[in-house]
C-alpha cells in the first residue's frame, strides 16, 4: 500500500531516495527498454526496479522478477544487466546495507561470542587464560 511505501521510503538511507525520485533512473530504465523491445513492460520494469531500491526485492533477484513478466530470459537478462550497472551499482553500497538491516532484524540474532575472533579479544581477563592448543590447526614453521 501507499502506507506501507512511505514508511519504507522514510528508512532509506539518502542515495537510495536520490535513485528512486531521479530524472536519470526513469531515462536509464526507459533507454533499456526500449533497446531490448520491451516499451510497452515499461512500467511494470520501473517498478520492479523501484523494488528493489526500496529493499522489496534482492538485486539478484531482479532478472527472474524481469523474466515473470513474460519477457525472454535473455531480453530480461540484457535489461536487467543495463538496469544494475547504471542504477543498482553506483548505489552498491547503501543497497547492501539496506538488505543487510533486513536480514539481521529478520533472522536470528547471532551469538557475540562466534563472531568474536579469539585474537580480537583483549581484556585482561582473557589475556590472563591459559591458552589450549587447537587440534585443527597446522603448527607454524
Known amino acids: 500500500t501507499k502506507d506501507q511505501f512511505w514508511k519504507l521510503y522514510e528508512k532509506l538511507p539518502r542515495e ?3 535513485a ?3 530524472e536519470e533512473t526513469g531515462g536509464i530504465i526507459s533507454d533499456a527498454c526500449s533497446r531490448n523491445d520491451a516499451e510497452d513492460r515499461l512500467g511494470e520494469i520501473s517498478d520492479l526496479a523501484g523494488a528493489v531500491l526500496i529493499g ?4 539478484q533477484e531482479f532478472p527472474k522478477k524481469i523474466e515473470g513478466l513474460g519477457i525472454e530470459g535473455d531480453t530480461a537478462e540484457r535489461i536487467a544487466r543495463e538496469i544494475s550497472r547504471e542504477v543498482f551499482y553506483p548505489v552498491k553500497p547503501a543497497l547492501e546495507q539496506l538488505h543487510n538491516m533486513e536480514i539481521i532484524q529478520k533472522g536470528k540474532p547471532a551469538q557475540e561470542s562466534a563472531a568474536v575472533p579469539e585474537t580480537a579479544v583483549s581484556s585482561p581477563q582473557a589475556e590472563s587464560l591459559p591458552r589450549k592448543d587447537d587440534a585443527y590447526r597446522e603448527p607454524i614453521e
Not at 522489496?56 to 538485486?59: E, R
Open 16 to 18: 537510495l531516495k536520490e
Open 20 to 22: 528512486l525520485s531521479a
Open 56 to 59: 522489496l526485492i534482492l538485486p
